[in-house]
C-alpha cells in the first residue's frame, strides 16, 4: 500500500498505486493518478487531470498539474501526462494544458531541475535535462536527449531538436536543430553539441554526416529549402542527418543561425 504521512492531504479520488510515498504537507488532488514507486515530497502540490507514471521522484515544494497560467484558457478537462523515472526537483511548476481535451506532455528519464517552468502544451520527449530556472512558454517541443541550461528561456511554439543544447540565459525565438547548440541572447548556432554526441554513442560516419549536413544549413549560404535537398541527395544513408534536413523542412518559426 502507498505510504501517506499523516500530515499530507489525499483527495479520495486519487489514485495511488502500491509503493507510493506522500511526503509531509502534501495535497494530492481528486483527478490525480500516481504509479509504482513514485515518491512524492513534502509540500508538494499536485492537482488537476494529471498523471505520473512509475518511479518518479518528485522533490518538495514542487507544482504539479495546476491550471494553465494562459489567459486563453475557458475551463475544460485540461490534462498533464507524465512518463516513468523522472526527477522533478524542487520548486518546479508544470502546467496542465490550456483547452478542452489538451495534454501536456513529459516523456520518460527526464531531469527537471529546480525552479524550471513547463507551461501548457509543452511536449518533452524522453532523457532531457532542463537544468535550474529553466522556462518553456505554451507549446514548446522538445525531442529526446536535448539539453536546456540554466534561466534559459524559451518561447511559444519553439522546438529544440534530439541531442541539441541551449546554452545558460539564451534567449530562443526559433527552433534549434538537432544535434547543435544555441547560445546567446538572441541566440545564436553554436556549432554541434560534439560532447552529448559522443557521450551517447554517434559513431565516426554518423558523426562525419551530421557535420556535413551542419555544413550544408549553416555554412554554404544555401536557402533552408536547397540545404534540405542537398541534404536528402547526398547524405541520405545517414538517419540522423535526414531528421536534421525534417527539421528544417518543419520548422514553422525558423532556426537559430
Do not use: W
Request: overall charge negative; aromatic content about 4%.
Amino acid at each position: 500500500m502507498a505510504s501517506i504521512h499523516p500530515t499530507a492531504i489525499v483527495n479520495h479520488g486519487a489514485e495511488l498505486a502500491a509503493d507510493v510515498s506522500i511526503g509531509p504537507y502534501a495535497v494530492i488532488g481528486p483527478h490525480v493518478r500516481i504509479g509504482d514507486g513514485t515518491s512524492v515530497g513534502a509540500h508538494t502540490v499536485i492537482d488537476g487531470h494529471t498523471t505520473i507514471g512509475e518511479e518518479c521522484e518528485i522533490f518538495p515544494f514542487a507544482s504539479i498539474g495546476q491550471r494553465t497560467q494562459d489567459l486563453k484558457y475557458k475551463g475544460g478537462v485540461c490534462r498533464l501526462s507524465i512518463g516513468n523515472k523522472n526527477s522533478i526537483r524542487e520548486f518546479v511548476t508544470i502546467n496542465t494544458a490550456t483547452e478542452d481535451g489538451g495534454t501536456t506532455v513529459v516523456g520518460d528519464g527526464n531531469h527537471i531541475m529546480a525552479y524550471s517552468h513547463i507551461a501548457h502544451n509543452c511536449v518533452l520527449g524522453n532523457s532531457i535535462i532542463m537544468s535550474n530556472l529553466a522556462t518553456l512558454a505554451g507549446h514548446v517541443v522538445i525531442e529526446d536527449y536535448a539539453v536546456i541550461g540554466g534561466m534559459a528561456g524559451l518561447h511559444q511554439f519553439c522546438r529544440v531538436g534530439t541531442m541539441a543544447m541551449v546554452g545558460a540565459c539564451t534567449k530562443v525565438t526559433q527552433d534549434v536543430v538537432p544535434y547543435t547548440m544555441a547560445d546567446g541572447n538572441p541566440a545564436a548556432a553554436a556549432g554541434l553539441n560534439r560532447v552529448r554526441l559522443e557521450r551517447l554513442g554517434i559513431d565516426d560516419e554518423q558523426m562525419q554526416a551530421i557535420k556535413a549536413a551542419y555544413r550544408l544549413i549553416f555554412r554554404e549560404g544555401l536557402k533552408a529549402r536547397e540545404a534540405v535537398e542537398r541534404i536528402r541527395d547526398e547524405l541520405s544513408h545517414c538517419p540522423a542527418a535526414l531528421h536534421m534536413g525534417d527539421f528544417v523542412e518543419s520548422s514553422q518559426r525558423g532556426i537559430v543561425r
